[in-house]
């Protein structure tokens, strides 16, 4: 799901206009995962949901990965509710009723036209307790004061800028070495206790990550590097790109086809040595999964 599309998204929350089921088409993939859930035939399931989203349930999921909603939803009855238009995109909401549990389900096809979302997986209690309400003001953010800079000073803030973002780019280096060394503990004590963590396969075919974990904080990194050494193997070299913002660095391998990347956020400024990772996505690809993933396209 695009950011485009959630923020879209977003906004038709907050003033719920939403359609009756009949006024937008019902997207085919939708229709045929809604059945498989329902009949409980889950195996193929993995290879067409790609991730979680949070709209407007953050901190209040039910499931945070695609694995995990399937295993929730899966035998249960579900009702349409609405469909929603955000831009060119049409999102669906459901109903879910289980054994032990109703739970609101939202999903969306993918930018690529054939994988799909879930969207707000949530206990319907706590949909309903929490949900926008439609009178709910709009947050105004406080104005911007931007001064006037002399020549001298905005030479000082491009030195400063350009200072910062070699400086964390050396980071991002230190945090590669340091995964393909096999030594990776001192970089997961400095993820921040509330930084999000994610490991995905990416499928060249479908130019879509396919979520395995989320989670936050060092325990969560810990976790999630373990997976990643367990899939990938222990990389034999890396290279991190110099970028002002987001930090991007990628892992080479013996194995032919498998490559892993990271995409991540660091905090601390100057030479700080609390510096912190407040965001890490890993996206890899196995020769094994990328053989699966060709013959599906081929299918």
């Not at 407040?278 to 020769?287: D, E, P, S």
């Amino acid at each position: 799901m695009s950011l485009a599309a959630l923020s879209f998204l977003a906004a038709a929350a907050q003033a719920q206009a939403a359609y009756p089921p009949t006024q937008l088409p019902l997207h085919p993939r939708v229709e045929a995962a809604v059945a498989a859930l329902e009949a409980g035939e889950t195996d193929e399931l993995r290879h067409v949901f790609s991730s979680v989203e949070a709209v407007t349930m953050f901190g209040r999921l039910a499931a945070r990965t695609p694995g995990e909603a399937i295993a929730l939803l899966s035998g249960c009855d579900a009702t349409e509710r609405d469909r929603r238009l955000a831009g060119r995109d049409i999102f669906y909401t459901y109903e879910f009723a289980c054994d032990a549990e109703r739970y609101f389900v939202g999903m969306t096809v993918d930018d690529n036209g054939r994988s799909l979302s879930f969207y707000d997986v949530s206990t319907m209690a706590d949909y309903e307790a929490h949900r926008v309400r439609e009178d709910r003001p709009a947050a105004v953010p406080p104005p911007v004061h931007v001064a006037n800079l002399t020549g001298a000073q905005r030479a000082e803030v491009e030195r400063h800028r350009k200072e910062q973002t070699q400086l964390n780019f050396n980071r991002a280096m230190a945090v590669a070495g340091a995964l393909t060394e096999s030594n990776a503990q001192g970089f997961v004590n400095r993820v921040r206790a509330d930084g999000r963590v994610t490991t995905a396969f990416m499928d060249p075919f479908l130019n879509q990550p396919f979520f395995e974990q989320v989670g936050e904080g060092p325990e969560a990194m810990a976790q999630q590097l373990a997976h990643i050494q367990a899939t990938v193997g222990t990389p034999v070299g890396h290279a991190c790109e110099l970028n002002e913002w987001v930090q991007q660095c990628s892992w080479r391998f013996r194995e032919p086809g498998t490559r892993l990347d990271a995409y991540f956020l660091l905090t601390g400024e100057d030479r700080n040595e609390e510096w912190r990772i407040a965001m890490m996505n890993f996206r890899y690809t196995t020769k094994e999964r990328l053989l699966d993933a060709a013959k599906r396209e081929l299918n």
